[in-house]
């Protein structure tokens, strides 16, 4: 969908967004669980993963693809996890380590999964961030959940990383609409197979964390 049809952009995303949830809820429980440990196993095999040290991962929202998963591999390949925090009166994310899916989390009035509390670790460090959607496309596009906070994120300017999409193939379309304030992946990885789209690569490299 072309930029001229930046008028039907909320309308045409929130009727993509309704239809795409529908899809995913449709999905029983035990299938989603076996997809999640594909696209994971999928995931933590393509180099971008191997390379980087600093990881953000998205916490998974109900009828999202489990993200447990790769946050136990990368704590087992000793690389350093980060979480979202949502600060909404800034309506920015702040990237805060985690060292525990219990102790160092909470759950917000917004039912978001979040860390408890720690310091920001800065932006330049992050070598991938793993980008939640409802849909991706093929040229690496991305409609998120609604509210831009991925997309700020990912344009701030010390962001030098990797950016992979995650969710299941299902989520995979041939296009979503997209305005000038979107941010693509620079990868997609489902539960079917890994794509790369060539235009926003980026490859990671080896940093020194704090």
Same mark, same amino acid.
């Given at each position: 969908m072309g930029q001229s049809n930046c008028g039907l952009?909320?309308?045409v995303k929130r009727e993509l967004r309704d239809r795409v949830r529908r899809v995913l809820a449709e999905i029983d429980p035990v299938s989603m669980a076996a997809k999640s440990a594909r696209a994971t196993e999928l995931l933590v095999e393509t180099n971008e993963f191997r390379r980087a040290e600093v990881i953000?991962?998205?916490? &998974? =929202?109900?009828?999202e693809l489990d993200t447990t998963g790769v946050v136990l591999r990368s704590w087992q390949d000793h690389k350093r996890v980060l979480a979202p925090r949502v600060s909404w009166e800034q309506r920015r994310m702040m990237p805060t380590e985690i060292? &525990? =899916?219990t102790s160092d989390l909470v759950e917000t009035s917004m039912g978001l999964r979040e860390p408890v509390s720690g310091t920001p670790i800065p932006i330049a460090i992050i070598d991938m961030v793993i980008v939640p959607g409802l849909a991706f496309d093929n040229q690496g596009n991305r409609l998120g959940r609604g509210?831009?906070?991925y997309d700020r994120f990912l344009a701030h300017p010390e962001f030098k990383g990797v950016t992979c999409g995650l969710?299941?193939?299902e989520q995979y379309l041939s296009e979503v609409p997209v305005?000038?304030?979107d941010r693509p992946v620079a990868m997609l990885v489902t539960d079917a197979r890994v794509r790369r789209f060539a235009r926003q690569r980026r490859p990671a490299k080896g940093r020194q964390t704090l």
């Open positions: 952009w909320p309308d953000m991962v998205f916490l &998974s =929202l109900q009828n060292r &525990s =899916l509210r831009g906070f969710g299941f193939e305005n000038s304030l």
